[in-house]
């Protein structure tokens, strides 16, 4: 089995910064793809960034500048550093990976409210 857990969560002023952290748990030989979606109340799930085994990165057009991904392949693990946060940005956040012989799999995510 295998298991994606998030943490970093919480509530922060406008124009703060917060730092998720995934970690993939298991039976795991390779990682594709490592990413972060988020879903605002009442909208649909979008994708905030991602990161390929090799490095290449991929960011939602609202976020660049704004937010890093990186990802430890030793760990399993990936993170989203997030600066100059919006109240725009709250949501849930949810982690994601593309796991070799898996398939996709989803954390059970961790809640970003940004307000003053």
């Known amino acids: 089995q295998v298991q994606l857990v998030e943490s970093g969560g919480g509530l922060v002023q406008p124009g703060g910064s917060l730092r998720l952290s995934c970690a993939a748990s298991?039976?795991?030989?390779?990682?594709?793809?490592m990413g972060w979606y988020r879903q605002p109340p009442g909208k649909q799930r979008d994708l905030v960034a991602d990161?390929?085994?090799?490095?290449?990165?991929n960011y939602a057009d609202s976020v660049k500048g704004r937010f890093t991904i990186s990802r430890d392949n030793a760990k399993n693990m990936v993170y989203l550093q997030m600066n100059s946060l919006k109240p725009e940005d709250t949501a849930v956040y949810y982690c994601?990976?593309?796991?070799?012989?898996?398939?996709?799999?989803w954390g059970q995510g961790t809640q970003v409210t940004v307000s003053s």
């Open positions: 994601n990976a593309v796991i070799q012989y898996w398939g996709t799999k």
């Open positions: 298991g039976s795991i030989f390779s990682i594709h793809l």
């Open positions: 990161i390929t085994s090799g490095g290449s990165t």
